[in-house]
């Protein structure tokens, strides 16, 4: 079945840094992906839309300066998490589908610590 | 916006049968979604349904009734690995335009199976 991969799974950065985070599907294109944040023992919420091509589309109350998100080709979308401070440590989760009607599916997930 | 509702907490049996119920109220409906996702994680596709009746994967079920906005899933013969959260979501299409649906997750039922 498809497959979407994330990269880093576990990342540390100090406060102030900024962390990229790739999303690829490896065996289906997909003009859209979508990011999500969990926090511990809470559920996912979905940050942004990430759109092949144009600009990623952001939830309310999601900064678009702190969280880059370029989606230059049709298998990897990234998201970049700018000045990274303590309150961004979370899981962040990327997914993605072949079409709008079908199964979504999530990358492994990356951790972010912010020391 | 969308409003997901499932139980907190379940505790079951091993060998069991457990449904964790779920409700929501949405327009736009574009299908729903349930996942399975232990801690530190993420999480994994379990069932999809998008049209009124039960469909059945092996060990686990899922019902949905459009009308009623309530789908249910279904464990039957628990086992201790089935211990983890079980996450309801649901797609919504765009209201405006022609963007893409989006998921929402509910809050997600932590299920604790004993022996």
């Known amino acids: 079945g498809a497959v979407v991969s994330q990269h880093p799974s576990r990342v540390i950065c100090k406060s102030g840094t900024s962390v990229k985070i790739e999303c690829r599907s490896l065996?289906?294109?997909?003009?859209?992906m979508f990011w999500y944040r969990q926090f511990p023992k809470q559920s996912l919420m979905l940050m942004a839309t990430s759109n092949e091509g144009s600009k990623a589309t952001y939830e309310q109350g999601v900064e678009k300066d702190k969280f880059l998100i370029n989606h230059a080709s049709l298998t990897l979308s990234t998201l970049t998490v700018t000045s990274a401070h303590p309150e961004d440590s979370s899981f962040y989760i990327c997914?993605?589908?072949?079409?709008?009607?079908?199964?979504?599916?999530f990358g492994e997930g990356s951790r972010l610590t912010v020391l | 916006g969308q409003n997901i509702d499932q139980p907190t907490e379940m505790t079951a049996t091993e060998g069991a049968i457990v449904q964790i119920n779920c409700t929501y109220q949405t327009s736009g409906f574009n299908g729903l979604f349930w996942y399975q996702q232990h801690a530190g994680e993420a999480p994994t596709f379990l069932s999809y349904?998008?049209?009124?009746g039960l469909e059945e994967k092996g060990r686990f079920s899922s019902f949905l009734s459009r009308s009623k906005g309530y789908s249910y899933l279904l464990l039957k013969e628990l086992q201790m690995k089935d211990s983890a959260s079980y996450l309801c979501a649901v797609r919504v299409r765009p209201s405006i335009g022609s963007g893409y649906s989006t998921l929402t997750f509910g809050k997600g039922t932590m299920l604790l199976v004993s022996p």
């Open positions: 065996d289906f294109q997909a003009t859209t």
């Open positions: 997914s993605a589908g072949e079409d709008d009607a079908g199964e979504l599916f």
């Open positions: 349904n998008v049209l009124d």
